[in-house]
């Protein structure tokens, strides 16, 4: 059976969407067919029915209404999949035939930006990849605020898809050739295809700032936004571009083990960096704080001038509570923005952008009053948008959500809508009066004078008083049931004039409004920049009070690499604490001295101790101040962390295994600048292997990169390396025995731990005693019958005897210039001497 010309329209449309569920438009429902709406009833539990032919050339078919498109719209987003919205582009009541229709817009995980599932605090990226030498270039916008950033990203795929993650991005747009690389690799990106046949036609200045390799991505991204969204893309601002040393970069896995923005276990806010520092009362301030931390800076003059502002509001108590009462009633003005630009701004949000701007001149004033320089400049570049306010005089105080329902401009602005207005509403008056005056003359105590859209205005009797009627002035209009409905002469004239009046009052409200919401286009870009000195503000006042509540201090920065932070303290894990007592800790690293091996027992708070220096440092390059009653630190261009290890199940990687690409990592990307932190390395294989394992690493790291390190161990062997290694201290997180029982002390002190408690604190976890007996048993025969220990110079000296292939091996490891081989070739070494010793056994 041949298909009638609507599903003809609809299958010529769906063959340029095949990635994609179509919505096509029948009246008041969005439909689908054949195998899109076999699929939308599976996903979005609807009822699957059919249309046309007989049995089985029936067309499968479903629906969902106009409009509550929105939620359905949403959950088939969150699945991963695009939706494409073909609208009828022609009024049914002037066509003859086929409504023409049209894809308006394709909806992509990363081109949504409206419905529930969108965060308001959060960035919402779509991104773009190229390949380059080395690496890849990365560039990322958010549609629904404008923010455009370019960057490099070294490394392998792996490298690239980690950052996505990072920036919580859902899909990234590639070239044929860089879809073929990676779609084995990602996993919850959607990738898609942008050939760049269709070019958007951009101002190049967008890409001024950006080095010549990175426009590339630039273009194609944007190229793919115009072609899906199909609308104006003016508030896309000009792409960010940070040069190298100008910001400190922190790793996937390192963010991930500090916990800067979401918790290791459950990814949830609670237990964060961002959980404690964000008391911002503002959509773009939350969202403006993800990014400084996301990205903290690696440039002192930047990091200074934050911190200066900081001070300032610190001074300024009552300064302070003035600002923050007025942020609070000012409005996502980057999101405003990008629905103006589209052209889906709605009354309400004009009039959210009219509040906002009217609240600027008393943060200016709030500023510029503070009796600080810092403010007073700061407030200066506030941008009043005069010329914006004006315009939006013209709308309502309270406009309805909907842009054709009318009472979006104010009385008194257009003098013939108001003309419009007063006919409509003195008809409506005058029918309110003819209902009254018809009661009076028939009796009809219950008759009323109603209006429905098909039959207009009509006299409604009911059928007990129909004998009241006066059937020579009323011509019966309609018949129902329980009630007759009528109409008379002087009420048809009234209903022609109250009803033209009505439709040319909307008609005129929803042109005039269009053109305001236009006009105020052209200011977008001053508007945008008001929106990230107001959310910068926002984050400063936050910085602020946190600084006040938890006690922080101002850091100090030197031009070395040495740190310097007097009773430190984890800022999350103390405030988790609530009122107990947390133990502060000192951190010192010198030039002399910048490592420090960390001995002592499981629950110490060996692991702790490494993460709050990491974090001092994220908080004080971010322009915050720090939890500790001092800190004198340096500018650090890089953290790496390899704290705790889980096994990846699904790349079928064992936690060992992920500790040592994490570790190689770190180790191939470090510089003398940079702060390496490593905890308990080599636990996943044989002692003798973690232990030679994690000496390696230490001399490498002393040798060859010198950056400031951090490593915990339970080998108490590796404690004599601060005889042979010159920059290395011994320190040790103190614990102490009380009736048999471990008592952890949490406190950092110099020297090595004595031992490592590991039976009591199995003991604090309840194990049976019969076990720990035999435990304490076996641990007094290991400790007398300990012969050797490891030595820089003897470092695998672990053999009572000396065969020929353990001769073999000894003068192997004396042969190899360790100085000139690379971390991973020592790995593969080190495996080939382990599988000669294997052989002997």
Known sequence: MAPTPMIQQYLQVKAEYQDAFLFFRLGDFYEMFYDDAIKASQLLE?????????????????????????????????????????????????????????????????THTEGKSIDSKSNHFIAAAEELEGGFSLSYVDIS?????????????????????????????????????????AQDVVLSIEPMEFSYAADETLLAECPEELKMGCRRLLTYIARTQQQSLQHIQTFSFNENGQLLTIDFHSKRNLELLQSIRGGEAKGTLLWLLDETVTAMGSRKLKQWLHQPLANRRMIEGRQQLVEALIS???????????????????????RIAFGSASGRDLAQLRSSLEKVPAIASELANSGSERLTAFGEKLDRCGEVCELLEAISENPPLSAKEGGIIREGFNEKLDQFRYASRNGKDWIAELEQRERQLTGIKSLKIGYNRIFGYYIEVSKANMHLADLERYERKQTLANAERYITPELKEKEALILTAEEESLSLEYELFVQIRDEVKQYISRIQKLASTLSELDVY??????????????????????????????????????????????????EQQNMMLITGPNMSGKSTYMRQVALTIVLAQIGSYVPAESANLPIVDQIFTRIGAADDLVSGQSTFMVEMLESQYAITHATDRSLLLFDEIGRGTSTYDGMALAQSMIEYIHDHIGANTLFSTHYHELTALDQTLDKLNNVHVAAMEQSGKVVFLHKVKNGPADKSYGIHVAELANLPQAILGRARDLLKSFEEGKKQKVSHVEQLSFFDERDTDTEEVLQAIADVNIAAM????????LNDLQAKLSKKG
């Open 46 to 110: 609807i009822t699957l029915t059919s249309r046309g032919g007989n049995g089985d050339d029936r067309i499968p078919m479903c629906g969902v209404p106009h409009h509550a498109a929105q939620n359905y719209i949403d959950q088939l987003i969150q699945k991963g999949h695009k939706v494409a919205i073909c609208e009828q582009v022609e009024d049914p009541k002037l066509t003859k035939g086929v409504v023409k229709r049209e894809v308006v817009r394709l909806v992509t995980p990363g």
């Open 145 to 185: 605020t404008g923010e455009a950033t370019a960057t490099y990203i070294t490394g392998a795929g792996q490298a690239l898809l980690q950052e996505l993650q990072s920036l919580h991005i859902r899909e990234l747009v590639v070239s044929d050739q860089l879809f073929l690389l990676l779609n084995e690799e």
């Open 316 to 338: 300024q108590y009552f300064t302070r509570v003035e600002l923050q009462g007025l942020l609070k009633e000012v409005y996502d003005l980057e999101r405003l923005s990008g």
């Open 541 to 590: 006042v936050s910085f602020s009070n946190v600084a006040e509540k938890y006690r922080f201090v101002k850091p100090e920065f030197n031009d070395s690499r040495e740190i310097s932070i007097i009773d430190g303290r984890h800022p999350v894990v103390e405030k988790m604490l609530n009122k107990q007592h947390y133990v502060p800790n000192d951190c010192v690293l010198t």
């Open 822 to 829: 690379t971390p991973l070739q020592s790995l593969q070494l």
